[in-house]
Nanobody
Framework: VQLQASGGGLVQAGDSLRLSCAASGGTFSSYHMGWFRQAPGKEREFVAAISWTGGTTYTADSVKGRFTIARDNAKNTVYLQMNSLKSEDTAVYYC????????????????WGQGTEVTVSS
């Protein structure tokens, strides 16, 4: 499975942004999907995940109520809607696909996109 993330950019605090991740080369609907982020000098961390049906989602406490993950299996795409952005949301955002149980752990996602950079100015 190849993953291509897009939608990052430079925004101001309080703005919204929607990231997209397009999948190809596999059966998208059979994978659970996740978003992770890595800020400069920090480890990659979990942001949100969604089951292959879209019926179950997990969201990190740090973004709960502000970020929403969704997927469109007909378009082989997963989205991350980010509202009320804060400077601490500045990071490179990665989408990932996993074939096992829905998880929040990096090691349970086998396929990774190249990342899209989000910069939030305060």
């Amino acid at each position: 499975v190849q993953l291509q993330a897009s939608g990052g950019g430079l925004v101001q605090a309080g703005d919204s942004l929607r990231l997209s991740c397009a999948a190809s080369g596999g059966t998208f609907s059979s994978y659970h999907m996740g978003w992770f982020r890595q800020a400069p000098g920090k480890e990659r961390e979990f942001v949100a995940a969604i089951s292959w049906t879209g019926g179950t989602t997990y969201t990190a406490d740090s973004v709960k109520g502000r970020f929403t993950i969704a997927r469109d299996n007909a378009k082989n795409t997963v989205y991350l809607q980010m509202n009320s952005l804060k400077s601490e949301d500045t990071a490179v955002y990665y989408c990932a696909a996993g074939s096992g149980l829905l998880s929040t752990k990096l090691e349970n996602f086998e396929y990774w996109g190249q990342g899209t950079e989000v910069t939030v100015s305060s």
